[in-house]
């Protein structure tokens, strides 16, 4: 007689992807999750949380750099062009599903939050390490060992390696860093990361959720706009 599956693994099973770039995400995640993974616990994740905040201030520069009237948000013509700038190989759709995957808040522009979320996905996505690093002269080389880190932290939580985190692999990360209530966080950070309340959380959720865990938040952006106007 065959396991009983649960809910959430039978969504797993169910689930496919909507988008040319949601494939080649998990795809991507998966090739990297061959590889292995440096963490050993989600302690050693929450140890990095600082030095991971002070990685991703770095990608304000760069972000600045591709909002070209400087209005905080980056559009879809203005993401065009930073693609094509940084020589990525991505085609029309795949460039518009970028945009539309990382433009949360579907006002039609990308703010600093998201662009960092962008560029983990870029980064994830890209068809050669030595090509982009010699491309992306505004900070890149600095900003891929945080990049490499919050991938390496998804292939930790992602217990089976199918390309998601599910309720059930986070709960067991937590429980084994021997954190009292440990399952009461795991749920806590768990919804934090399953935006639609799919009861999976892929690659973007769980970059979006990482970026509020260590500190980066939209106030702050706002607060850098309104001191230069």
Known sequence: MGAAVTKSESLQKEWVPQTKLEAKIIEAVQRRASRGTTMKSFNSIVLKFPKIDEGLRNCRAIFQEFDEDSNGSIDQNELKNCIRKLEISFEEEEIND????????????????????????????????????????????????????????????????????????????????????????????????????????????????????????????????????
């Open 98 to 229: 970028l945009f539309k995957a990382c433009d949360i808040n579907e006002d039609l522009g990308i703010t600093f939050t998201e662009f960092i979320v962008l560029l983990c996905l870029v980064y994830l996505l890209k068809d050669d390490s030595s090509t982009l690093q010699k491309k992306w002269t505004m900070g890149m080389p600095k900003l891929e060992p945080t990049f490499e880190t919050l991938v390496d932290t998804f292939v930790f939580l992602d217990g089976n390696k199918d390309g998601h985190v599910s309720r059930e692999e986070m709960v067991r990360a937590i429980d084994e860093s021997g954190e009292r209530s440990s399952g009461r966080i795991a749920m806590k950070r768990f919804e934090e990361m399953d935006w639609d309340k799919n009861g999976m959380v892929n690659f973007k959720e769980f970059l979006f959720a990482f970026t509020q865990w260590v500190g980066i938040d939209e106030d702050e952006e706002e607060d850098d706009i309104d001191e230069k106007a």
